[in-house]
C-alpha cells in the first residue's frame, strides 16, 4: 500500500481506498496530505520509471497526479470516479528526482467536480499541470482491505 505520514512526520492510517491502491503502491507514492478538498502525494523518480530518452515517463507522471485527484475527490462514503482528465507537461524530469503533487478541489456541484493538480520537482520548478473531472455514483466505498496475497 501506498505510505502516508501526517504533519508531524508519525504515520498515519490510509483509508481503505488507499490501503488497495496497489499502483500507487507499487509505483512507491507517498501520501503528505490528506485533508477534504486538498491532496499532496510524493513520488521518487526510479530507473524503472524511465523512457526510452533516460527521462521520466509521461504515464507515470500522470498517475501520481491521478493519484492525488482521486485522494480528493474521494471523500466521503460514495466512490467517485474520473470523468476526464488533461496532463500539460512542462519540464522533464530524471530518475533520482522527488516529484510531488498538491491538488485542490476547485468546484462542486451535484456530482460533478473539478480539481487542478500541480506536479512539482524537488527544486519547486512546476513539471506538469493537471486538470481533472469527478463524477460521484451512488456506490459506497468498500471499507475492507484485500487480503496480502490475493
Do not use: W
Amino acid at each position: 500500500m501506498a505510505d502516508t505520514t501526517d504533519a508531524n512526520g508519525s504515520t498515519a492510517v490510509l483509508r481503505p481506498m488507499l490501503q488497495r491502491d496497489r499502483a500507487s503502491a507499487l509505483l512507491g507514492m507517498r501520501v503528505e496530505v490528506d485533508e477534504p478538498g486538498r491532496a499532496v502525494v510524493s513520488m521518487l523518480v526510479r530507473e524503472d520509471m524511465a523512457n526510452g530518452f533516460g527521462i521520466t515517463h509521461g504515464g507515470l507522471v500522470f498517475a501520481l497526479a491521478d493519484t492525488t485527484f482521486a485522494i480528493i475527490c474521494n471523500e466521503d462514503e460514495r466512490v467517485t470516479v474520473a470523468g476526464g482528465a488533461d496532463i500539460t507537461f512542462l519540464k522533464s524530469t530524471v530518475p533520482g528526482q522527488v516529484l510531488t503533487a498538491t491538488g485542490v478541489r476547485r468546484a462542486l456541484n451535484g456530482r460533478s467536480g473539478l480539481y487542478d493538480i500541480t506536479v512539482v520537482d524537488e527544486t519547486g520548478d512546476v513539471v506538469a499541470e493537471f486538470r481533472g473531472r469527478s463524477i460521484t455514483t451512488n456506490r459506497a466505498v468498500p471499507d475492507a482491505a484485500p487480503e496480502e496475497n490475493a
